[in-house]
Structures are given as C-alpha cells and as structure tokens.
C-alpha cells in the first residue's frame, strides 16, 4: 500500500507561480512512476504531467507544457510540481498518482495506468 500527501495548494493571481509537494510511504520510492492529474470544477480529471522512477524521462500535457516542471527527489519521498506562468484555466484539484507497474523508462500518462492516488490539493488562480 501507498501513501500519497499532496501539499501546496492555494490562491495566486494570474502569472503567478506555486510548487506542489506529494510525499510518499509505504513502498520505495524508487519503484514508483509518478504523475500528477488535475481536475476542475464540471469537468473530468485529466492527466498533466508524469515522471519516471528514476527521473530520466517526463511528459506533459500539451495544456501545461513550457508552463510546468515534474521533478523527483528519491530521497526524500518526494515528487514536485512546480507551476509557472499560472492561467485562470489551471484552476483545479491537483492530484498526485503513482504507478508500481512500469520500468525505468516508461511514462504513464493515463489514470488507469496509475495504482494510488492522493487525496488532492486545491489551486485557485484569479484573474
């Protein structure tokens, strides 16, 4: 079983920038792809960017590319989001997954591809 806590969630202004957190326990997390899924008010959860278990590779939906950075820090539990140039439309619940299934080089980008899921942290941008 795992454990994700997402943190760093809150209100900022157009332009403005926020760094989620999601911190994992329960199995290495060295063994875990991760990604982060996004959903907002009326509309389905949509996947926004993922990283390998190691951190080689990464992908990104085409809505947040240039905009957002995943990294990972293996020792610390840790997988990051930070989040630039912040748009009215990145208004959502910000959801951490990870993936125990895949190997070094795969990124799931897909939310069944994801086996654990955080509860989710709220992002609010005003215009």
């Known amino acids: 079983q795992v454990q994700l806590v997402e943190s760093g969630g809150g209100l900022v202004q157009a332009g403005g920038s926020l760094r989620l957190s999601c911190a994992a326990s329960g199995r290495t997390f060295s063994g875990l792809a991760m990604g982060w899924f996004r959903q907002a008010p009326g509309k389905e959860r949509e996947f926004g960017a993922a990283i390998t278990r190691r951190g080689g590779n990464t992908d990104y939906a085409d809505s947040v590319k240039g905009r957002f950075t995943i990294s990972r820090d293996n020792a610390k539990n840790t997988v990051y989001l930070q989040m630039n140039s912040l748009k009215p439309e990145d208004t959502a619940v910000y959801y951490c997954?990870?993936?125990?299934?895949?190997?070094?080089?795969?990124?799931?980008?897909?939310?069944?591809?994801?086996?654990?899921w955080g509860q989710g942290t709220q992002v609010t941008v005003s215009s």
């Open positions: 997954a990870a993936a125990v299934r895949y190997g070094l080089a795969y990124v799931p980008s897909r939310q069944s591809e994801y086996d654990y």
